[in-house]
């Protein structure tokens, strides 16, 4: 981590904070669906997305959520859709 020059790129507690996934796997496909406001996200005028804001893949819970899905060989759609269901029914 320490020779990442983009570290430490959100204000995340020490102890909750994790690097392994340095990017979003999801960006494609938040985009795509419009549930980049669920996560902090938001859409340029460009058509980019704009993630700053979201730090969900730098939690360590979410971390071992994902990887703990992608062991059971599910697909990224199908993590994006969990931790979507996860997020709509934290928002109730």
Known sequence: MSD??????????????????????????????SKYALFGGYLLSNKLLACEKCVYFHIKSNVHVYNKLKNENKTDSEIFDYFVKLEESNKK
């Not at 959100?10 to 985009?31: Q, T, V």
């Open 4 to 33: 990442c020059k983009y570290y430490k790129c959100h204000d995340i507690p020490d102890e909750d904070y994790d690097c392994s996934l340095c990017y979003c796997p999801f960006y494609d496909i938040c985009k795509k669906t």
